[in-house]
Structure formats: C-alpha cells, structure tokens
C-alpha cells in the first residue's frame, strides 16, 4: 500500500508538491487571517463587555443602596418604637411584660414588609434587661456573651449611627459557621440611654446574591472591600476576609470598581481576559469554515493545476515510446502559453526526429541491399566460362538435349542471380535452383553424385535468403566426391520453435579443417559470403554451422527465423 502511495506521488511529484505548496501557503494565511480577525473580534467583544460590565456595576451598587435603604428604615423603625422602648425597660409587671410583647409582635409584623425585597434576614433584639427576640431562629451565645461583643463596644462608642460589620460566623443556629453581614443600631430613651441594640443579620450567600444574580462570575472575580480594603464579600469565598491589593492586578486581568457611597463601600470587578475569550468560543466555528474554504479552494485549484499540468505528464508518457523509436506520437497542444511553446517544441523535434531517422533508416537499407545485391553478383567468370565450355562440347557430341537442359538450367540460374532483384524467395524455388545448379554441375562432373530434396509440402512456402544453398552443394561437388568418387547430396528440413532448420548433408569424404576451401566456391560466394548476407539480413537472429570429420561427409546446418509468404 505505502509503495503504490509512493510510486503515485513519485509519478505526480511536480503536482503534488504544488499542491502541498497551495494548501500550505493557504493554511498559513488563512490561520493568519483568522488570528487576526479572532484577536480582533475578541477585543471588541472584551471593550464591550467591560461596557456592559461596567453598567452592571453600577446596577449592583444601587441594588446595595436599595438594601441599605430598606434595612436602615426597618432599624430606625424599631429604635424608634414605644413597643421596642416598652420591651427593653426594665421594672415591668408581668402583665405589662406580657402587653409589651404582644405589642412588640405586632408593630414587627408590620415593618416586616418594608426589608429590600427578596432579601432573607434574621432580626434579633437584645435588651440590657435580659429581653431577647429572634424571629427566626434561635441564640448561640448568652446574653452577657453577646452584649460583650467588639461589635457592641464600637455601637456604645456611637450609639447615634447604624453601623455594619462582617462577621465570618453568624449569631443564630441557622447562621453559625456562616459568613454574615451584621446591621446594627443601639434603642435609645428619652434621655439618649442605651436600652439595647436591633440588628438584622444577611447571610454572604444572600447578600452577594445581588451581584451574582446579574453579573457573570465565572469571568469575574468580584469584591466588595471596606475603606480598609478588607474583603467583606466575593463570589470567591476564599477572598472573605482577606485584604485587597491594586498590585495583584495583572495584564491578564480589567479591573473596574464603583462605589456604594451609603455603606462607604467599593465594589470591585476583576475581567479575566482568557476566560472571556473561551466563553466567546469562537475559534471552533472559524477553524470549521476555514478547513471548508481551504478544502474548497485547494480543489478548485487542484483540478486547475491537474488541467494545466495534463499536457506534461502526457509528454512524459510518451517519453519510453520515443526512446523505444516511435517518433509518430504528436501531443495536442493545450495549457498556458508556455506549455503550447514547449508542446509545440515538442512536436517540431519529434517530426524532425521521424523524418532524420526515416531517412537513416532508408539509408542503411540502401547500403544492405547494395551491400547484398555486391555479394550477390560476385560471379567469377570463369564459372561461367567453364560451364558455356560445356555445353560446347556436349552439342559437338551431338548431345542436344543435354545440352539443351543445360542451358535452361544456366539460364534459370543467371536469371535468379543477376536479373532479380528479390532478396527473399520460397523454400521450394530456392530447392528448384540448387536442382538447376546440381544440373549444370553434374554437365562438368557426370552423374555419379546426386542432388536429393527430403523437404516436407508445408514447408514450401517459407521465405529464405536466395541463392543460400547453393555454394554448400558447389562445394561438396567440387571437394567432396574426389577421384571419381560417387555420392548423395541431400537437403532437409525441419522447424524447431519457430525456426527453420535447413541441412545439407553430404556422403563425401569430408576434410579435416571447414575453411580450407570455404571462400573457393560456386561464383566466390563462400561460406564467409553467406555469413555476411545472413548477417545483414537477420543480424545476430541466425544461426550457421558446419560439421565434418575427415573420410565421414559434412553436415551444413542453417537455422533461420521463419518467414511466410503473404499469401501463405
């Protein structure tokens, strides 16, 4: 699988590489681009919120003032109110203990109402007459131990204001071990004696419920610090009590406070950028539409640059082709102005490649055929001569019709090798001229030595070099049957994988070295002539063999491609 994955980039390097260029080139810019964009929009996002934020702000700073109102309107009530002055003095019957609560009750059932709405609240009394009311829950420290308090010294300190306090634990069973906010005014007499104390006790849950209700703590770290800078609320409970420091503000982080002027408070917001910009969320959905135009794009040029680089790698197909000779493979001519030019090069240089070797390949097969056709006409005259002498003798021995088959024979002969200019003629018409030359031999030599055929029909019409076999029998004529000597010469043939084997075997003598007489032969075309035909015509696609031993005959054996008439 990787050497095919492989073997396709290798194939398409130029393409791949340009297109690995493009989508790199496009993720950068594209992320760039992005980057920028999401920083930018994130500012915007963060300038507005702080704006937002800042409103917010100011919203909870009068939401603190509302509750100020309302618990300052419920205190003075009450240290202002005969019932509570009633309950706190000391010397009373029982019955008019007994009327003073009842009364009590009822002037608190109706201030009740006037608290900043939503707000839950423990209110507590104390009397210095031992005198208690919690209306919700119940005490968790004894009279001496509250009026003891350091929150009761400072009221005695000013008993003409209402005071508040943090406090991290709260003073009923319900608020113990919670962090409170405590409210609280000292009943005066007539005479501006201290009869005891109205607090009203909020829970840190409750109380900082009107800023988280409305401003986004999980960006924010809000605080509401006292003139000291002590922390007396925060959505960080960890915060509760601590002091706060302008220097642990960092480059992170927007600070931005506003003040609530009745309780001489700040209330101080900390913007956690990197929070902010996680709760925009907003590089999921960029990162999804960049991945989709890059993928959109990076097709679209893709299949522009395949297009553009179709006609290369056509070229490129077409390379082996002419290396392998074949200059006849024109390429269309499309794509850029370059590409046309380098086609168009292309197409020019193979038509001159085609025409150059057409005409080499016209001018080495004039030269083999005029070499062939010189090798053909070496006829030694004296052959010729030798053999009209003949004749000569058998028509003064009134050997007509001898003569006569000897000069048709000599005449076929002549005819086939001066007067036709095939190179390629039929197994049997080659068989038919060695029979006509066997002839004229047997004119100079008697007939004691014959000339047999042992080819097969089917054979006949198989195309061999002419004039190929006969100086194998000149040569077994003229060196083979000495003193006189009879024999048989005979030709036979086979086909051995798409092979013709011919063989010449003769019954002569044989001679100890092959090439002792090989280049005197029929018209000086000897087995060196024949080699250098057959080369010319085969190249090294043939095979020529000559086997003897002295006092035993000659095998000639040629082995050619096979060949067939058209016809055939």
């Known amino acids: 699988m990787f050497k095919k994955i492989k073997e396709q980039f290798f194939s398409r390097e130029l393409y791949y590489e340009l297109l690995m260029i493009i989508i790199i080139s496009l993720t950068c810019l594209g992320v760039l681009t992005a980057n920028i964009a999401v920083k930018r ?7 507005s919120y702080v704006e937002s934020n800042q409103l917010i702000l100011e919203r909870a700073s009068i939401e603190f003032e509302n509750l100020n109102n309302s618990i300052n309107n419920m205190l003075s009530s009450i240290r202002t109110s005969n019932a509570t002055k009633n309950y706190f003095t000391q010397f009373r019957t029982t019955q008019e203990e007994y009327q003073d609560i009842v009364a009590l009750r009822h002037f608190l059932d109706e201030t009740k109402t006037t608290l900043y709405d939503g707000i839950n609240y423990n209110l507590i009394l104390i009397g210095l007459n031992d005198n208690t009311y919690y209306n919700q829950s119940t005490r968790v ?14 009221i005695n300190a000013d008993p003409e204001h209402l005071q508040t306090f943090f406090l991290s634990s709260g003073l009923t069973a319900l608020t113990r071990g919670k962090p409170i906010h405590l409210f609280v005014t000292a009943v005066l007499n007539d005479q501006q004696k201290i009869l005891g104390y109205a607090f009203i006790e909020i829970t840190e849950a409750d109380f900082s419920s009107l800023y988280s209700d409305i401003i986004a703590t999980n960006v924010n770290t809000i605080k509401i610090v006292t003139t000291d800078n002590k922390i007396i609320s925060s959505n960080v409970p960890a915060l509760l009590g601590t002091h706060y420091s302008e220097e642990e503000q960092t480059a992170r982080a927007i600070g931005q406070e506003t003040p609530i002027q009745t309780l001489d408070l700040r209330l101080i917001s900390t913007i956690d950028k990197q929070a902010l910009g996680k709760q925009m969320n907003v590089w999921p959905p960029v990162l999804t539409v960049l991945i989709l135009v890059i993928a959109i794009i990076s097709l679209v040029l893709s299949a522009y640059i395949r297009h553009i680089l179709q006609p ?4 490129i197909g077409l390379t082996p082709k002419i290396i392998e000779g074949d200059f006849n493979q024109p390429l269309e001519i499309t794509g850029t102005k370059e590409i046309k030019e380098l086609v168009t090069s292309y197409n ?5 490649l085609n025409l150059f070797v057409q005409q080499l390949i016209k001018a080495e097969n ?4 005029a070499e062939i056709g010189a090798l053909q006409l070496q006829i030694k005259p004296h052959f010729i001569y030798n053999t009209l002498t003949s004749i000569k003798f058998l028509i003064l021995q009134h050997q007509n019709d001898l003569a006569a088959e000897t000069i048709e024979a000599f005449s076929k ?11 390629m003629i039929t197994l049997k018409e080659e068989i038919t001229l060695s029979q006509q030359f066997a002839k004229i031999l047997q004119t100079r030599y008697g007939d004691r030595i014959q000339l047999l055929s042992m080819v097969f029909p089917e ?11 006969q100086p194998f029998i000149e040569n077994a004529f003229i060196h083979g049957f000495p003193n006189n000597m009879s024999g048989t010469i005979v030709i036979d043939a086979s086909v051995v994988n798409n092979y013709l084997e011919i063989e010449i075997i003769d019954t002569g003598v044989g001679f100890a070295n092959s090439e002792d007489n090989s280049d005197k032969t029929f018209s000086g075309i000897g087995i060196h002539n024949i080699n250098q035909r057959l080369s010319l015509i085969y190249q090294e696609d043939y095979n020529l063999s000559v086997n003897t031993m002295e006092s035993n005959g000659t095998l000639i054996t040629l082995r050619i491609p096979i060949k067939k008439t058209e016809d055939s």
């Open 41 to 47: 929009s994130e500012s915007s996002y963060i300038n």
């Open 141 to 154: 420290y004894s009279h001496e131990e509250l009026v003891n308090k350091e929150f009761i010294k400072k």
């Open 312 to 315: 290369i790698y056509k070229l």
């Open 348 to 352: 020019h240089m193979q038509q001159g």
């Open 366 to 369: 004039d030269k083999k055929e």
């Open 413 to 423: 002969l002549l005819e086939y090798s001066i007067y036709n200019d095939q190179e």
């Open 459 to 469: 054979f006949n019409d198989i195309l061999i070099p002419k004039l190929v076999l």
